[in-house]
Structure formats: structure tokens, C-alpha cells
């Protein structure tokens, strides 16, 4: 996975919207996950600690206000756009007392990635310049060398590091042996092949101490950072 401006989560029933959303924001250089319901939008908050949620107000199972309210009441801090189809005064009134901003539908996606921006800068994210890599709950800083699984801080060999660093910058491709030999153990390396085996198996150890897993082996093929399929 390539450094990010932020990772966002969109959230809304009608799937042109979400794709229009996830292609105009990836575009801009951010990190793009979708939910189509409310209870699908609480788990990937929980599970991928987004840094900011782009929340339709009515959605077929529990409606944007009551997802802000459940994500407040869980700790959860991250900003909060709304997106809807009511342009009344209390309905945005509403809806600024729980988020952070409140879009009306139809919007403009040159204005709706202002506000995002926006948004971030108020909440205090730095984008790119945080110099960090994320997957799932996993988030890297490469300028610092700390690293955090579930916002608990992971502590790693500068091998280790690198390694998680390089699966990190692949997701999602799966990468072989040899080209991990290559990039972490340099191209001359001349030793045994299976020291890769080892470090992986050092950084199970330390980064699946957490569900769900997040390293997992693709037989005769490599390794690569994914979510467990359900």
C-alpha cells in the first residue's frame, strides 16, 4: 500500500454513489473502503480506525445519526461528513451537533473533496506527511519506526520492520520469497532462503497476537497482508 492522504469510509445503500465517491476520493490520493449498511459501516470503523467517515443519513438498517451516536458512544473520535437528501435547517442543525460537516445531495465531488480536506485538517491529520502506511488496524510510521496494531504499540527488529514495511507498501499483491529476499535482504544476499520463513513467522508472532490475523502464506506463491474471508 502506497503512503495515503487518509483513509475513508463511505458509507451509503446506493452503490453508484459509493463508486463515484471511492473513485473521485482514491484519485485525490486516499484510501477508499465502502458499507452499504450501518452495521457494516460500525464494524469497518471498528476493524480499519478510518480518519475520517463519509456517512449517508438514511441508510436500510439504522440511520446515519444512530451510527454516529453507536461510533461516539464506542470512543471513537474520527470526523464525520454527512451526506444527504434533506437540506432543511433542523435536519442540518441535526446533523452538525453529531458530525462535522453536513453535504446535501446532488453535490459537487470538486467541493465534497474540499470539505474532506477540510475536515482533516481541522481534526488535525497530516496526510502524507505523516509518512504512515495502513492496513486494516495496522498503521506504520516509517519516519519514526513505531508501529501499532488496535492503537497498541508493536515494538520490531529494523529487519522486522522492514519486512512489515515492504508487505505494507504490496498490499494488495502477493509478494515471493525472492523478492522479498531482494528488497529487504538486498540483491546479493547469498544465505539461506528460508530466513524469510523465519522473520514472517517472528512478525505473526507480534502483529496476529490481534484478531483477526492480517499476514497470511498463498501456497507456492508468497505472502501478503489481507483480512481473513469470511
Known sequence: MALDLGR?????????????LAAALRFEGF????????????QLARLERPDLVM????????????????????????????????DGTEDKVAGLRL??????????LEE?????RAVLRRAGHNGANGAELRFADL????????VWRKGTSVELTATEFNLLEYLLESVPRVVSKSEILDRVWDYGFSGDANI???????LRKKIDEFDPPLI???RRVGYTLRLPRE
Open 31 to 42: 484510501a477508499v473502503s465502502v458499507a452499504s449498511s450501518g452495521r457494516d459501516a460500525l
Open 216 to 218: 497470511h502464506t498463498v
Open 55 to 86: 456517512l449517508d443519513v438514511m441508510l436500510p438498517d439504522l440511520d446515519g445519526n444512530e451510527v454516529c451516536r453507536r461510533l461516539r458512544e464506542s470512543g471513537s473520535a474520527v470526523p464525520v461528513v454527512f451526506l444527504t437528501a434533506r
Open 8 to 20: 475513508i469510509l463511505v458509507v451509503d445503500d446506493e452503490p453508484y454513489i459509493t463508486d463515484l
Open 139 to 146: 498503521v506504520m510510521n516509517v519516519d519514526t519506526h513505531e
Open 196 to 202: 524469510v520463513e523465519t522473520y514472517i513467522s517472528y
Open 99 to 108: 458530525g462535522d460537516d453536513y453535504v446535501t445531495k446532488p453535490f459537487s
Open 112 to 116: 465534497l473533496v474540499a470539505r474532506v
